[in-house]
């Protein structure tokens, strides 16, 4: 079976209280999402982050900014999610628009053990 | 670089024409944007469907009935896309719409090497 209710609602939770993270939360609060031997690839791409440790260090560059987050569209299949969310980053005068769709694959304990994040600065709009 | 202009251009025209195909392509047409040793998983954590012979049959099964399929969200990454796309499809009296969200990874002759879909009965409306 690709999916059982349990396991889709609580992949749902899991990937909204991480969008509700983005926005508030610091990079240990976004790191403890991660298994320990986690990859985490954003943009794909780009550089793949391996580990909690350096996970941690991936969103320490991001969480110095005023961030908003909301999720658009939400699809759990198996073990994996894929979601569109929107990202407003407001940096002093600078306010701009990232809408990523990323995607999880999560462990029996509900860690994240990849992350990939499609996007390109295409995508960015200055608002 | 994750993105060059050019391939970027290349893979959001070959998701276009992928998405026309699955309008009103065959599945020999659909078999054809994969390469030979190319991955299948729809949906993610059901088969894996292994290489053109297994992915022409895959869409052998899909290919019978009245298919629109547009384009709803397209992000393209490095070598890879993923898209939210919203299918309707038509069995006599039966309409039902499917909105997966799916991931391409692509080789250097912009042929298809991995494709995921992501989507859950829950995704299934009724028309």
């Known amino acids: 079976m690709p999916n059982s209710p349990d ?5 749902t939770e899991t990937v909204t209280r991480y969008i509700a993270t983005v926005t508030d939360g610091s990079a240990d609060d ?14 794909v791409g780009g550089e793949v982050h391996i580990g909690t440790n350096a996970i941690r260090s991936f969103y320490s560059s991001v969480t110095g900014v005023q961030r908003d987050c909301e999720l658009v569209t939400l699809r759990v299949s198996g073990n994996e999610a894929a979601f569109h969310f929107r990202l407003t980053i407001t940096a002093g005068d600078n306010k701009m628009r990232i809408e990523p769709i990323e995607t999880m694959v999560f462990d029996s304990d509900g860690k994240v053990t990849a992350m990939k ?3 390109s600065p295409a995508d960015v709009t200055q608002l």
């Not at 396991?7 to 992949?11: D, V």
């Open 30 to 43: 976004l790191a403890a999402f991660y298994a320990d031997d986690a990859t985490l690839e954003d943009p």
């Open 7 to 11: 396991r889709s609602q609580a992949i």
């Open 117 to 119: 994040a499609y996007w």
